[in-house]
């Protein structure tokens, strides 16, 4: 089974709504990476956030990690058409869970829909 | 810096053959990763290769199987193909540096289409 999973599945919002994914997980990590995917093209990398991090923020984007929770949130401010995507989280595993490195665990992504 | 290229593009091909993608990462990266994204299963990580070595495998069959070249790029080769494995094959690169995790950048990706 997937480490991370999505939360919702897909999300419908008007162009300066807020939108909210969640991301839960079930082993410890090291850390926890962001992804957006246009229209099954290449994934573009968000946002890393780190297990003794609680919140990041770029731009338009924060993001939120409660490791006791496992669960992760990504918030995006003022939404606009151009961020209609999916988006996808991944865990990067404690090594003594994976061998550590860059073996990222993805979770079934949110499909965010953004209406002008 | 230029990005993560992959070739080809888009690949058609029939069950039994095999199949070899290539990746060349971002100009002083030295990890590549290869993901597989289907409909189904999502997106699965097949393996990571650092300085030439394979020091991660997702749970894959035999059949997939790649390697790393001393400038970093980095092939995948899939044998005997099987319907099943018609997807969007990913490649991303990192600095990949010690044992910490990294972001990762991807490619645009191969579709390979088994028919």
């Known amino acids: 089974s997937q480490q991370g999973e999505e939360d919702p599945q897909a999300l419908s919002i008007q162009e300066g709504e807020n939108a909210t994914m969640n991301c839960s997980y079930k082993?410890?990590?090291?850390?926890l990476q962001w992804y957006r995917q246009n229209s099954g093209r290449g994934l573009v990398h968000l946002i890393l956030i780190r297990s003794n991090e609680r919140e990041k923020h770029s731009g338009r984007l924060r993001v939120t990690l409660d490791t006791s929770k496992k669960s992760s949130s990504l918030l995006i401010t003022a939404s606009r058409a151009a961020d209609t995507a999916s988006y996808f989280c991944a865990t990067a595993l404690a090594p003594m869970f994976s061998g550590g490195y860059n073996k990222l665990i993805f979770g079934a992504g949110t499909r965010l829909a953004v209406h002008p | 810096k230029a990005g993560v290229t992959q070739t080809p593009r888009y690949l058609i091909k029939t069950r039994g053959q095999q199949v070899t993608l290539s990746c060349s990462p971002i100009s002083g990266h030295r990890s590549v990763s290869w993901y597989q994204q289907t409909p189904g299963q999502g997106l699965q990580f097949l393996f990571e290769y650092f300085s030439e070595t394979q020091r991660n495998k997702g749970n894959f069959p035999g059949r997939f199987s790649g390697r790393q070249f001393s400038n970093s790029r980095s092939e995948m080769n899939v044998s005997t193909l099987e319907l099943g494995d018609s997807a969007l094959y990913l490649c991303?690169?990192?600095f990949g540096q010690g044992a910490k995790t990294y972001e990762q950048y991807f490619g645009p990706g191969t579709r390979l289409t088994v028919t």
């Open positions: 991303a690169s990192s």
């Open positions: 082993t410890s990590i090291n850390n």
